[in-house]
């Protein structure tokens, strides 16, 4: 009699194990907007790059916990003394998605479509360093070396983001390198993506990588939406949480989400201190005043900011780049003090005085100005509205306005008809060549003062010539010590305020093994290969 | 008088009157106790303190003084401006009305909110709070005129066909003194009733506009900002809902409230 229990135990077993063996493990976390393109080449949007980082294989890989370089599709390079020229040795025996070899070809082809300007690459951009084609030299299968026209700064760096396409493949780019395929994709709703039978790296012991099956990418714009998603079950992860979000889902289930630490997102707020703007000339004059730009700075409780907006998950920012960006930070700046009374001697040595509680300049005006931001970011708003009690402090009348995003854009690019406006920064390119764009007092993104004929400071000068400097260098160490200088200056001339740089948030389902969140994109599944999920059939749930 | 409005008016009269005696508490509502964000209620803060340790009763109660005023007042200019636009065309009729008809038909299809932000947009950016509110309700009004104008302009055209004006007429009186005497006289219900109607409309769109963060600026608090508390499902707190239990009393009240709209034959 006993024996048959068992035997009807085991047998009632069977149908629920096979089930477990036949069901695959399947991921899903949503995607804040479409996808614009599933060209690996013309991704631009971060929807289309969360698809190529799951889906493409790499030469080189930035290990987003180290941010060392690991070699993925290449098994070594080389890059010559004058930073022109990289030699690849490419892992033998690897296939694409559909079974096509991959050989040095594959390199030579993605790299001549990327540099056609006819492609119109983003990607290609980084690489733009002089206006000469690149040649493409192919000595053998597994080698192949690229020697462009002037010396690339981190070049290896950037083929992080050059995903791999195949030259013979009928499938064109629908055959991949990565781990993932493309299975299906169902517009305005989901991506599935499913396992590359070929992919080519394997785990310590042997087993075919990666681990999970499926990958379901839910296109869901409306956050609120993904986070009751999230609740529910329906989906595993969100990549990114801000601080209220991450509380409230640590009161209700502690073990669904973890703190990185410190992100590349910060805050800042600056001045208009553009020529060409409509404002009147003696608010230009405060603009342009570094003891004034100090003295607000100095006046701005950064650890009120942290602990009462961040709820502790932020600390005050101490410029420029975030000390998540572990080569690039200048470690001996820090934050400009909360100093309330040498933001006054500031003040006063500019000829400011405080007149009843009110601060006026040397010619009587009251000093009262206005501070945008984009309407909808609660934690802007809030940045915002404690600035402002805190510069009444010295006397500073401050008006915050909050403006759609497409008029804010319109004042601070196009009109310049500002006075002072709030925005958030996230460096997602660690080097610092990607901010050239920032920086030089020619560009248009030079935000405080753009499109400089000639640079209007002797120390915005000194910036555009310590930029120039570390791009044309080929020593990491020396291009770190001319942008350790461009850090010292600007937090010294602070035409950018640096707030709080905010901590990395996640929310991972405690159903995800082996999850290990970090501070550069993409935070949650940067290990995608590694990550486990048990299947749950109906009983186990 | 029915009985409940008498109640409706009683409701927001005495709201008004809370509203009113709080002025102690204006410089509460924009004071942050940095120390205590989010505090439960006590007895120090009835209704708890908001993310920024700012006094939520004393917010309430300053957006409802400013909402109760300027939400009326709002909705008086826009009915003055339907009865003037409304009752030139239907008593003149012919070119003039035909013309004020295509008018309304097109400001009634305008999508008032993105006319509403585009405005907003182009207001001096250092204007002080209070003042960029009063033009946010300016616009309401200018934007918001075309619906009791189409009321007024057909209740215009009855009155104008009426048999006591026809008598009028028959017997001699002239037109001006028919307006003055007989038509805007017996518009007033009806003028009434559309300023009763427009004004829960106005207070709505505030706290539409509030809700998605274009409405007053900080530090200022209306009705449609404190209901942003509430987007998080997962951090509401029962104290958080009073707003928007005000709001739905008090648009509830007003339309309670709203007289009857015969005209006399």
Redesign the interface.
């Known amino acids: 009699m006993k024996r048959c229990l068992v035997l009807t135990a085991l047998l009632g077993l069977l149908p629920a194990a096979s089930q477990a063996a036949q069901t695959p493990s399947e991921l899903r976390f949503c995607l804040t907007a479409e996808p614009k393109t599933f060209d690996p080449l013309l991704v631009d949007d971060g929807s289309s790059e969360t698809v190529r980082y799951l889906t493409g294989g790499v030469l080189i890989r930035i290990n987003r916990k180290t941010q060392q370089l690991n070699p993925e599709l290449a098994l070594s390079w080389n890059v010559d003394t004058q930073g022109r020229r990289i030699t690849f040795r490419l892992r033998p025996n690897v296939k694409f998605s559909d079974g096509t070899p991959f050989s040095a070809d594959d390199v030579a082809f993605t790299m001549q479509r990327l540099m056609d300007p006819e492609t119109h690459s983003p990607t290609a951009d980084t690489f733009r360093s002089s206006d000469a084609v690149p040649r493409i030299a192919v000595s053998s299968p597994v080698t192949v070396s690229v020697l462009f026209g002037a010396p690339v700064a981190g070049l290896e760096r950037l083929f992080d983001q050059v995903a791999i396409m195949s030259a013979k493949s009928p499938r064109k780019i629908a055959a991949v390198l990565g781990p993932y395929v493309v299975a299906e994709y169902k517009p305005g709703t989901e991506v599935d993506l499913s396992k590359n039978p070929n992919y080519w790296k394997v785990d310590a012991s042997g087993v075919r990588l990666p681990y999970i099956d499926r990958i379901r990418l839910e296109i869901q714009q409306n956050r609120?939406i993904e986070?009751?998603k999230f609740?529910r079950g329906e989906i595993d992860l969100i990549n990114s949480v801000d601080a209220?979000?991450f509380?409230?889902?640590a009161r209700?289930a502690p073990r669904s989400v973890l703190d990185a630490g410190v992100s590349l997102e910060s805050e800042m707020m600056w001045f208009n201190q553009t020529a060409a703007s409509p404002l009147a000339a003696y608010k230009q004059t405060w603009f342009r005043s570094t003891a004034f730009r100090r003295a607000v700075s100095e006046a701005i409780n950064r650890a009120?900011l942290c602990?009462?907006?961040y709820r502790g998950h932020a600390r005050p920012a101490e410029g420029p780049i975030s000390p998540a960006n572990q080569f690039w930070f200048n470690a001996s700046l820090k934050p400009h003090p909360f100093d309330v009374a040498s933001a006054r001697r500031r003040l006063e040595s500019d000829g400011f005085r405080v007149r009843g509680g009110q601060l006026y300049d040397r010619e009587g005006h009251q000093v009262?100005?206005?501070l945008?931001t984009n309407?909808?970011?609660?934690n802007r708003?809030?940045i915002?509205?404690?600035i402002?009690?805190d510069l009444q402090a010295i006397g500073i009348h401050l008006?915050?306005?909050?403006?759609?995003f497409p008029?804010l854009i319109?004042r601070i690019a196009k009109t310049f008809?500002?006075?002072s406006c709030l925005l958030g920064l996230t460096n997602l390119d660690l080097d610092p060549s990607a901010q050239m764009n920032v920086w030089l007092s020619s560009a248009s993104n030079h935000q405080w003062n753009p499109n400089q004929p000639a640079p209007a400071t002797a120390w915005e000068a000194e910036i555009d010539k310590l930029m120039r400097a570390q791009a044309s260098e080929v020593k990491a160490e020396i291009r770190k010590r001319y942008f350790d200088r461009v850090q010292q200056i600007v937090s010294e001339q602070a035409p950018f305020l640096y707030l709080v740089t905010k901590n990395s948030l996640t929310a991972i389902s405690p159903d995800v093994q082996n999850s290990s969140p970090v501070a550069l994109t993409p935070q949650a599944f940067w290990n995608i290969e590694l990550l486990r999920k048990p299947v749950l059939t109906a009983g186990s749930r | 008088m029915r009985r409940s409005q008498i109640l409706a008016i009683a409701v927001l009269a005495a709201l008004f009157l809370a509203a009113l005696l709080s002025a102690m508490t204006a410089e509460n509502q924009?004071?942050?106790f940095?120390e205590i964000?989010g505090a439960r209620p006590s007895s120090a803060f009835p209704l708890g303190t908001d993310?920024?340790?700012r006094d939520r009763l004393a917010r309430l109660l300053f957006a409802t003084r400013i909402s109760l005023l300027l939400a009326p007042a709002s909705a008086l200019a826009a009915t003055l401006l339907a009865a003037l636009v409304g009752g030139v065309a239907g008593y003149f009729g012919g070119f003039w009305d035909r013309c004020t008809v295509r008018v309304i038909d097109l400001m009634l299809s305008l999508p008032w909110l993105f006319l509403l932000?585009?405005a907003r947009?182009l207001l001096p950016?250092?204007?002080?709070?209070i003042a960029?509110l009063s033009m946010t309700y300016g616009l309401l009004a200018l934007l918001g005129w075309a619906g009791p104008a189409r009321v007024i302009r057909a209740g215009t055209r009855k009155l104008r066909e009426s048999d006591f004006t026809l008598q009028a007429l028959a017997q001699g009186c002239g037109r001006p003194r028919i307006l003055w005497c007989h038509v805007i006289p017996n518009l007033k219900p009806l003028l009434l009733a559309q300023l009763w109607t427009t004004i829960p409309v106005f207070i709505l769109a505030e706290a539409n506009l509030g809700l998605?963060?274009?409405s007053a600026?900080?530090?200022f608090p209306t009705w449609g900002n404190l209901l942003?508390d509430l987007?998080?499902?997962?951090?509401v707190r029962p104290e958080m809902f009073v707003p928007l239990a005000v709001i739905v009393v008090s648009v509830a009240c007003f339309k309670l409230a709203t007289p009857p709209q015969e005209l006399p034959t």
């Not at chain 1, 008006?399 to 759609?404: E, G, I, P, R, Y």
């Open positions: 609120d986070l009751v609740r209220d979000t509380d409230d889902l209700l009120d602990r009462v907006v009262e100005f206005s945008i309407a909808g970011n609660r708003e809030r915002a509205s404690m402002q009690q008006n915050v306005v909050t403006l759609d008029s319109e008809n500002y006075e | 924009s004071r942050q940095r964000p993310e920024l340790g932000l585009a947009a950016l250092n204007a002080p709070p960029s998605l963060g274009l600026s900080e530090p942003r987007q998080n499902p997962f951090s």
